[in-house]
Nanobody
């Protein structure tokens, strides 16, 4: 059973930065890709970023390029999302996601709130 636990969210002023983390247990972390999504109040889940199993390939939603950076540390079973130059519209619950054993797995999410 794969479990994902996010942390690192919080309240930050516009222009500030946060790094959210996702610790994964179960399975073999270095064998699967990781993704980050977010969900703002009243909106659907939105793709943010993806990273390959090795960390060598990353891609982002167009609107996130240049401000957000996804990374991973396979020695710590952890994926990260660095959020820079945050804007009030970035306020959302941020979720990590992976596919393991043919099933999608989500964490519980971490709240990021950006004040203007």
């Amino acid at each position: 059973q794969v479990q994902l636990v996010e942390s690192g969210g919080g309240l930050v002023q516009a222009g500030g930065s946060l790094r959210v983390s996702c610790v994964v247990s179960g399975g073999t972390f270095e064998e699967y890709a990781m993704g980050w999504f977010r969900q703002a109040p009243g909106k659907e889940h939105e793709f943010v970023a993806h990273i390959s199993w090795s960390g060598g390939v990353t891609y982002y939603a167009d609107s996130k390029k240049g401000r957000f950076t996804i990374s991973r540390d396979n020695t710590k079973n952890t994926a990260y999302l660095q959020l820079n130059n945050l804007k009030p519209e970035d306020t959302a619950v941020y979720y990590c996601f992976t596919v393991w054993g043919g099933l999608g797995h989500w964490g519980q999410g971490t709240q990021v709130t950006v004040s203007s």
